[in-house]
């Protein structure tokens, strides 16, 4: 998914009549939210780190091979508490 189609689906882009908002009072509705370069970058940026260090397995195979994060963690959300 593009970061313009995620933004897209965060920020609601109609008005309650059903009508479209013009480009203008979108962007005045969503604060700039949905042009601004910088907001683009952030949510790419925050997508391609969130799962640095995630070992790559569900959780419930990290939990069934056992090991020290699951004793660490409890058996809880084991591969996002250690990434």
Do not use: W
């Not at 660490?72 to 508490?81: D, I, M, P, R």
């Amino acid at each position: 998914m593009s970061v313009t189609k995620l933004i897209n689906c965060m920020v609601k882009m109609s008005n309650p009549c059903g009508q479209e908002y013009s480009t203008c009072q979108q962007h005045d509705r969503t604060f700039g939210i949905t042009s601004d370069p910088l907001t683009r970058f952030a949510c790419v940026f925050s997508a391609l780190i969130h799962d640095v260090g995630h070992p790559g397995v569900p959780n419930s195979q990290l939990v069934r091979e056992g090991g020290p994060l699951v004793d660490k963690y409890h058996g809880q959300s084991v591969a996002e508490q250690a990434s």
